[in-house]
Structures are given as C-alpha cells and as structure tokens.
C-alpha cells in the first residue's frame, strides 16, 4: 500500500480474504472492524481454542507508522505469543523458488 489511508477506506480493508483463509485453514474466521478497542478484545476472549480472528488493518492508525508504543502495547495484549522465528528462519534460509509479502 502507497501511502497511509485517509479513514478506514473499504479499499485497504482486509475482509476480502476472509473466505479464502477460511477455506485455507479449514475453520471459519472471524474479522474484527478494528484492530484495537474494547470490540477486538471481546472477540478475542470469545475465541475458541483454535480459533481464528483476522484484525482489521493496522494501517488505519497513523500510530502504526509512527511505531506508537502504546499502540504496540494495545496491539500486544490481544495475544500470548508472537512468533517471529518462522518469519526469520523463511527470509535467511528459504525453500526456493521463494516469494515474500511481507508488511510492517
């Protein structure tokens, strides 16, 4: 994406691949209309385990480009682990041929 959006914009939303990752994972995802807030931290204690919430796009902060910690904080609390090691492990020794899209 070029640029940050001006507003939640339906164009840089993430809903669209609701349905493929529900197909991919083989559970029904759910989406939160927001990545942050007191929504997104009910739908989070209301998960089931392995269920699947996809956040909405973290690119409707202007926080999130400015590496907001009490943003991350936020961002933070809604999940017990992040695991970066696979993302790591993918860029420095990858199965070739190799694609990444990668966001942050």
Do not use: W
Not at 50 to 74: I, T, Y
Request: glycine residues 8%; proline residues 7%; aromatic residues 6%.
């Amino acid at each position: 994406m070029k640029g940050r959006p001006k507003g939640v914009t339906p164009k840089y939303s993430l809903k669209p691949l609701v349905p493929r990752l529900s197909e991919l994972l083989g559970v029904q995802v759910k989406m939160a209309n927001d990545c942050i807030g007191e929504e997104v931290e009910k739908l989070v204690a209301e998960l089931s385990d392995g269920g699947v919430l996809l956040l909405e796009n973290v690119r409707f902060h202007k926080e999130e480009e400015k590496n907001d910690p009490e943003f991350s904080k936020k961002l933070a609390a809604l999940a017990d682990v992040y695991e970066l090691d696979y993302l790591v492990g993918a860029v420095a020794n990858p199965k070739k041929p190799f694609a990444a899209i990668v966001g942050g």
